[in-house]
């Protein structure tokens, strides 16, 4: 799989950058990171239609030209308004070939928060809590963990899911992600 490749590629060479673009820093650090990310594109501004809906994004499309039917690789950010910072990000995974997503409990989820982020929030996550479990309509797994630094949810993932999400949240945002039904 030419995403894996990539991740391990990047963690080799050393490119990933440190974790400076997290939940509560201002959205002018995460941009500006996001410049200097060898796998996260520079993040644009995104068009909302929904209040829900993600303030910055950037699209990889691994393999091909975007709608060819190739894995991608979106980041988004939430951002609160009022303060300018970050409220969640999320790494979502797609393949519209319907090949099963990326699993964010093995080794190729770990590479990739790792070499988004870096060890620490990895470690975070995986020492997480498992605080709530739930699904979006009847079968897209969700799955909600506190850590001691972040919260976390992940979505999808399972062995006939085309696309999977992991989203890293300030403390606040993620008391508002358990509040969800």
Do not use: C
């Amino acid at each position: 799989m030419v995403f894996k490749s990539i991740i391990t590629l990047t963690l080799w060479l050393g490119m990933s950058v440190p974790a400076l673009a997290l939940p509560s820093q201002s959205i002018s650090t995460v941009l500006a990171w996001s410049k200097k990310h060898a796998l996260v594109a520079p993040l644009q501004k995104a068009r909302k239609l929904e209040p829900d809906e993600p303030d910055y994004e950037s699209v990889i499309q691994i393999g091909g030209a975007i709608y060819n039917s190739n894995e991608r690789l979106i980041f988004s950010v939430v951002v609160n308004p009022r303060s300018q910072k970050v409220e969640s990000e999320t790494i979502y995974y797609a393949n519209p070939q319907g090949i099963p997503s990326l699993d964010f409990y093995t080794g190729a989820g770990f590479r990739l928060i790792e070499a988004i982020y870096d060890r620490s929030v990895m470690n975070d996550f995986v020492k997480a809590q498992l605080v709530k479990t739930r699904k979006l309509g009847n079968t897209i797994p969700i799955r909600l963990y506190r850590g001691k630094q972040f919260g976390y949810q992940v979505m999808g993932g399972g062995s006939s899911d085309s696309t999977s999400n992991f989203t890293i949240a300030s403390p606040a945002q993620f008391e508002k992600l358990l509040t969800v039904r």
